[in-house]
């Protein structure tokens, strides 16, 4: 008998081991194919690297941590299913996405399933705005904050000029260009005047179309509110019609893999706003972030971009979060969450509390020219930091977001 009562205390302190040990699944919803895919691949190299960092000091809670991943194409549909799915396979938390509107769809389905869903590139405004919820956390800026660095920049440098939008027809492209049209003053649309193109699924017609008439107008300043390879297709057609040489170019949300894919002799000059590049570590300060792009730039030998930051600081954030409540839970980690202050990969970060925004600071930058660029090591070094805004300055206030959620008949209370 004491045999027994041993060898069954064995088996239940082996399997408790077992249980302890089992790996945790984070679920990624993320583009690997559609116009957005190379931000997509970013975001999976950044998961992975803080993923491997963490196992090796002892993963989350004494258990080992795991990737899951599926595409969404940049669909809503596609990311909603993806959530199911994940869920299903027992993911802790969620994260991902570069189009808003799938990221606004996945958090939407997450919170159904009780799932924390974190948005990486998803800048509009709806996401910690009219569509937020206790359950969505954006770890990017919003469009709000992209148009105000870019307003301040733009308002000193090119004063009263006239402006020519040409917009993705989806949350994000129409509450970046309503915001940008207003922090420039330029609301009037007869003397800054403006066209939608399709999202998904634009034609090179679309952009011919529009460019066209922006080339015919007397612009002296081109937004094209567009993103990933729609932007990189849009500014082939701007210089065939001779746009980059004739006004400035401003495209309110750049990336490091825009630029690779366009090439820096296209994009040379290109105005727009990032939340993050690799040479921020070192400006801020930053030795972990510092670290980050010493880590990334070995293992992949890219510098990493904005994507790649986002979905790393989503894991350890989440990852902390979970050491600081001692628990998965959904509800205790959003409890561990909001109003935590920390410096990760930059200066001063918040999850702010009434509307799960990070607030941090944004950067206008200009993308350089081929020959700096070529000049540097890697030939990466493609953006110059013009201006910058501290996040408490950028981000909408508390009244701000109330009253955007008041107009959208939302509550003024997360729910």
Same mark, same amino acid.
Request: aromatic share 8%; net charge neutral; proline share 4%.
């Given at each position: 008998?004491?045999?027994?009562?041993?060898?069954?205390?064995?088996?239940?302190?082996?399997?408790?081991?077992?249980?302890?040990?089992?790996?945790?699944?984070?679920?990624?919803?993320?583009?690997?194919?559609?116009?957005?895919?190379?931000?997509?691949?970013?975001?999976?190299?950044?998961?992975?690297?803080?993923?491997?960092?963490?196992?090796?000091?002892?993963?989350?809670?004494?258990?080992?941590?795991?990737?899951?991943?599926?595409?969404?194409?940049?669909?809503?549909?596609?990311?909603?299913?993806?959530?199911?799915?994940?869920?299903?396979?027992?993911?802790?938390?969620?994260?991902?996405?570069?189009?808003?509107?799938?990221?606004?769809?996945?958090?939407?389905?997450?919170k159904e399933h009780g799932?924390?869903?974190?948005?990486?590139?998803?800048?509009?405004?709806?996401?910690?705005?009219?569509?937020?919820?206790?359950?969505?956390?954006?770890?990017?800026?919003?469009?709000?904050?992209?148009?105000?660095?870019l307003g301040q920049y733009?308002?000193?440098?090119?004063?009263?000029?006239?402006?020519?939008?040409?917009?993705?027809?989806?949350?994000?492209?129409?509450?970046?260009?309503?915001?940008?049209?207003?922090?420039?003053?330029?609301?009037?649309?007869?003397?800054?005047?403006?066209?939608?193109?399709?999202?998904?699924?634009?034609?090179?017609?679309?952009?011919?179309? +529009?460019?066209?008439? @922006?080339?015919?107008? *007397?612009? $002296?300043? =081109?937004?094209?509110? %567009?993103? &990933?390879?729609?932007?990189?297709?849009?500014?082939?057609?701007?210089?065939?019609?001779?746009?980059?040489?004739?006004?400035?170019?401003?495209?309110?949300?750049?990336?490091?893999?825009?630029?690779e894919q366009a090439g820096?002799?296209?994009?040379?000059?290109?105005?727009?706003?990032?939340?993050?590049?690799?040479?921020?570590?070192?400006?801020?300060?930053?030795?972990?972030?510092?670290?980050?792009?010493?880590?990334?730039?070995?293992?992949?030998?890219?510098?990493?971009?904005?994507?790649?930051?986002?979905?790393?600081?989503?894991?350890?954030?989440?990852?902390? +979060?979970?050491?600081? @409540?001692?628990?998965? *839970?959904? $509800?205790? =980690?959003?409890?561990? %969450?909001? &109003?935590?202050?920390?410096?990760?990969?930059?200066?001063?970060?918040?999850?702010?509390?009434?509307?799960?925004?990070?607030?941090?600071?944004?950067?206008?930058?200009?993308?350089?020219?081929?020959?700096?660029?070529?000049?540097?090591?890697?030939?990466?070094?493609?953006?110059?930091?013009?201006?910058?805004?501290?996040?408490?300055?950028?981000?909408?206030?508390?009244?701000?977001?109330?009253?955007?959620?008041?107009?959208?008949?939302?509550?003024?209370?997360?729910?």
């Amino acid at each position: 008998m004491k045999r027994l009562t041993a060898c069954l205390a064995l088996w239940a302190g082996l399997t408790a081991a077992a249980q302890a040990a089992e790996p945790i699944t984070l679920g990624l919803s993320y583009p690997r194919t559609g116009s957005y895919k190379e931000e997509g691949l970013a975001q999976m190299r950044g998961a992975l690297l803080a993923i491997d960092e963490l196992n090796a000091k002892g993963g989350v809670l004494g258990r080992p941590l795991r990737l899951s991943s599926l595409d969404d194409a940049s669909r809503p549909e596609k990311a909603a299913r993806n959530v199911d799915k994940l869920a299903g396979e027992g993911a802790a938390m969620l994260f991902g996405g570069a189009s808003s509107a799938a990221a606004i769809a996945a958090g939407k389905r997450a919170k159904e399933h009780g799932l924390l869903y974190f948005g990486t590139l998803t800048y509009s405004n709806d996401t910690t705005g009219k569509d937020g919820h206790r359950y969505l956390f954006r770890e990017c800026n919003s469009a709000w904050m992209s148009a105000r660095v870019l307003g301040q920049y733009l308002a000193k440098q090119l004063p009263d000029k006239r402006y020519f939008y040409v917009t993705a027809d989806y949350t994000w492209g129409n509450t970046t260009e309503s915001s940008l049209r207003e922090t420039t003053g330029t609301q009037d649309g007869a003397r800054n005047p403006g066209l939608k193109v399709p999202f998904p699924g634009a034609r090179m017609a679309d952009y011919q179309n +529009a460019l066209t008439q @922006a080339a015919q107008s *007397d612009a $002296e300043v =081109l937004v094209l509110v %567009l993103f &990933g390879e729609d932007l990189v297709r849009a500014m082939r057609v701007a210089e065939k019609l001779g746009l980059t040489r004739k006004v400035q170019i401003v495209a309110p949300n750049l990336t490091q893999g825009i630029v690779e894919q366009a090439g820096p002799g296209l994009m040379e000059g290109v105005v727009g706003t990032e939340p993050w590049t690799w040479r921020v570590p070192e400006l801020e300060g930053s030795q972990a972030g510092q670290a980050f792009v010493s880590h990334f730039t070995e293992r992949y030998e890219v510098y990493p971009s904005s994507a790649a930051a986002s979905a790393y600081s989503i894991v350890r954030q989440w990852a902390e +979060a979970a050491g600081r @409540a001692k628990s998965l *839970d959904s $509800e205790a =980690l959003i409890k561990a %969450l909001e &109003g935590h202050r920390y410096s990760l990969l930059k200066g001063p970060q918040e999850w702010r509390a009434f509307d799960h925004q990070n607030v941090q600071t944004v950067y206008a930058v200009r993308v350089k020219s081929r020959a700096e660029v070529m000049a540097s090591p890697r030939h990466q070094d493609y953006f110059e930091i013009v201006h910058r805004l501290d996040g408490d300055k950028a981000a909408p206030s508390l009244a701000e977001w109330q009253a955007e959620r008041r107009a959208a008949g939302q509550p003024t209370t997360l729910q």
